[in-house]
Structure formats: C-alpha cells, structure tokens
C-alpha cells in the first residue's frame, strides 16, 4: 500500500466562454487573488490565499461545468498502481499527468507532491472552500466509498446526517461522500463553503452572480457563475466541522 495522498488540490472546471466571470466570482467569495495563467492556452490559474498553500485552481472547459481532484504524491508511479489495483482506469494523459477515473466515473488526476509548498491549509475563521462532496448514487456506494479510502489513506468517519460519510485528516481539504436518491449514473462532485453565517453569505453571493437551487437544513445549495453547483454549509470554517446549534 503507498503512503496516504500527500496534498489534494480541487480544480473547478469551467466553460471557456463563462471563465473570466467564474473567476472573478470565485475570487470575490474566497477573498484569494487568481494567479497569472498557465497553459497552452492560458486555461488553467490557481486563486492564492493570503497564507498558506494554494489549493484551489481553475480550470477553462469546452464542456460542462464540473470539477475534479489533483492528487499529489511524493512517488506518482506507485500511486497510479495503487489507484488501478483499487479498480481506477486510465482515461488519458495530459503531458505528464495521468488522469484517471475512479470505479464509480469521477475524474482525479496523479500529480507530484511539492513538499517544499507546505500541507497545511490555514484557517482564519472566515468562510472557507474547504470541502469536495462527492455526489454518489446508490448502485457505487459501497465501492466508491471504500475505493476514496483506501486511495486516500484515510479512515472513513459516519458523517453527522444520514447517507454521508467522510475522510477527513486534519489541515487538509475535506472529503464528504453523499449517497443519492438516484439509482445509476456517474460520480460527480461539488464544493463546499463552511460559513458561520449562511444567511448572510447566501445573500452576498447573490449579490455577485449567484442563484439558489435550495435551501436545507443545514446548507444551501446555489449554482455560480461559470455553472459550478456548490453548497454553503453551516460548519465553522475555523476547524471545518459541524457548527453546534
């Protein structure tokens, strides 16, 4: 078994001809300055915080809006035969990177780790990107939960809801699993934004572009500029867990 996934990077995939407002968008919510962009094509940026690695990038699409996960290993060989032993395929390679698909269909790719960048995420206390959810319908559960576990090398943790699941080590970005009402389909997967404030938030996100889709009990669900859906979710971003109520 290789060591556990040294850094995870969370890129948001974005139509070409709705990025430059996707990424003002997105810089505005976190409060991180896009990087200047690289690329054949100038499609890809990463949005810097103020401290600390950077760990969440842009990317522009000529297809849907979605989003996909950068693993970052120390030793990328023997992480790709790690991720096919556990059932992943190989979908193509871009440059050097191997992109992949998990059992269920969710796209990750195999990137180097960069120790010399830090992997500890800082938290100030305001709201925060700091979680993926993987979006699993129900004929992949099992597998795809033990797939992202024994990938990741982290234990998997009964969320707090029903029909959730995560792996979680600290300092890092978090991984929800959720188990869907649908029967079939590929896995997918969206952002979350830990906030103290959901109201208030949901509003100044409107403010700038974005729509809701619901609003639940604990989040709410809203679609961005760009088409990424994502959920602000009522966790304190000083720690990344469930706000007490």
């Known amino acids: ?89 190989t979908a193509w390679v871009y440059e050097d990177v191997e992109v992949m698909r998990s059992p269920g269909g969710f796209t990750f790719c195999q990137t180097l780790l960069d120790a010399g960048l830090g992997t500890e995420l800082v938290r100030d206390g305001a709201t925060i990107l700091d979680q993926v959810c993987l979006d699993v319908p129900q004929s992949h559960w099992e597998q795809e939960t033990a797939f992202w576990r024994d990938l990741t090398g982290r234990e998997l943790q009964e969320a707090t809801a029903p029909g959730f699941a995560r792996l979680v080590t600290p300092g890092q970005v ?13 896995v997918r997967a969206h952002p979350d934004l830990a906030t103290t404030d959901r109201a208030g938030d949901t509003d100044r996100h409107v403010g700038l ?37």
């Open 174 to 186: 978090r991984i929800l699993l959720q188990r869907l009402d649908e029967v079939d389909g590929a």
């Open 1 to 89: 078994m290789t060591a556990p996934t040294g850094w995870i990077q969370v890129f948001l995939d974005t139509p070409a001809d709705r990025f430059e407002g996707a990424v003002a968008f997105w810089s505005d919510v976190t409060g991180w300055l896009p990087s200047e962009r690289r690329g054949e094509d100038g499609q890809f940026l990463t949005l810097q915080p103020p401290a600390g690695p950077a760990y969440l990038k842009m990317q522009a699409v000529p297809g849907a809006p979605g989003l996909h996960l950068d693993l970052d290993h120390s030793d990328r060989a023997a992480a790709i035969e790690h991720a096919r032993g556990l059932g992943a395929t």
């Open 209 to 245: 572009g974005a729509d809701v889709v619901g609003v639940h009990a604990f989040w709410t669900v809203l679609t961005a500029p760009g088409g990424q859906v994502y959920c602000l979710t009522d966790r304190d971003p000083s720690t990344g867990v469930v706000a007490p109520r």
